[in-house]
Antibody, heavy 117, light 107 residues
C-alpha cells in the first residue's frame, strides 16, 4: 500500500533553516508529482509547493517563494523540502502528498515545525 | 488567486441523518474540485475529485455535485466514523492550489 513518512520537523529559531524529508513506498515514486501542504490552526490547509515526477518543474506558494526549495531523489524514493529564513508564520504541520492530476490522493502523517525564539 | 469558501462552518447532525456541505469558488473552477475528510490527529483523506468522482475505497454514501462556482458534498446517512472536518480544494487555476476553510461535522 502507498506509504509516505515525513521527518525532520522540530523547534527552530526565526531566521534559521530546516530540511524536511518524505520517504515513499508502495508505488513507483518516480512516476508521480509530489507536493508539500501545511496546516496551521489559524490558516487551515495551505499548499506549499509542487515538483513534477522527474523534478523538471516546480512551483511555490506566494509566501514561500525564494525561501523554500523542493527537490526529490527518485533513486531513494525521497522528497525534500529545504526551508530557509524561517518565520513564526511558518509554524505548522507539514504534510507530503502524492499528486494525481493536482489532487492529493495520498498523504503522510505529517511533521510539526515550530518556529520560535 | 481563487478563494474558496465553505458553509456552514459547523454542521450539527445526528447518526443516520443526511448532511449537506457547501463549497463556493471566487471564480469558475469548472469541475476541478476535490473534497477531503480529516479526523483529529490524522492527515486529510481524499474523498471526491472531479467534483463528483469518488476516490478509491470511498463509500457510496458520499457524493459530490456541482460545477463552476457552486459545489455540494452530501453524506446520505451519517455514520459515527463520518464526524470530521471536510475541506474542498480547487485545482483549475494554479499556482496556488487553494483550499476552503473547512466544515466541521459533529453531533
Amino acid at each position: 500500500q502507498v506509504q509516505l513518512v515525513e521527518s525532520g520537523g522540530g523547534v527552530v529559531q526565526p531566521g534559521r533553516s530546516l530540511r524536511l524529508s518524505c520517504v515513499a513506498s508502495g508505488f513507483t515514486f518516480g512516476s508521480y508529482a509530489m507536493h508539500w501542504v501545511r496546516q496551521t490552526p489559524g490558516k487551515g490547509l495551505e499548499w506549499v509547493t509542487f515538483i513534477s515526477y522527474d523534478g523538471s518543474n516546480k512551483d511555490y506558494g506566494h509566501s514561500m517563494k525564494g525561501r523554500f526549495t523542493i527537490s526529490r531523489d527518485n533513486s531513494r524514493n525521497t522528497l525534500y523540502l529545504q526551508m530557509n529564513n524561517l518565520k513564526t508564520g511558518d509554524t505548522a504541520v507539514y504534510y507530503c502528498a502524492r499528486g494525481n492530476y493536482y489532487v492529493f490522493d495520498h498523504w503522510g502523517p505529517g511533521t510539526l515545525v515550530t518556529v520560535s525564539s | 488567486e481563487i478563494v474558496m469558501t465553505q458553509s456552514p462552518a459547523t454542521l450539527s447532525v445526528s447518526l443516520g441523518e443526511r448532511a449537506t456541505l457547501s463549497c463556493r469558488a471566487s471564480q469558475s473552477v469548472s469541475s476541478n474540485l476535490a473534497w477531503y475528510q480529516q479526523k483529529p490527529g490524522q492527515a486529510p483523506r481524499l474523498l471526491i475529485h472531479g467534483a463528483s468522482t469518488r476516490a478509491t475505497g470511498i463509500p457510496a454514501r458520499f457524493s459530490g455535485s456541482g460545477s463552476g462556482t457552486e459545489f455540494t458534498l452530501t453524506i446520505s446517512s451519517l455514520q459515527s466514523e463520518d464526524f470530521a472536518v471536510y475541506y474542498c480544494q480547487q485545482y483549475n487555476k494554479w499556482p496556488p492550489l487553494t483550499f476552503g476553510p473547512g466544515t466541521k461535522v459533529d453531533i
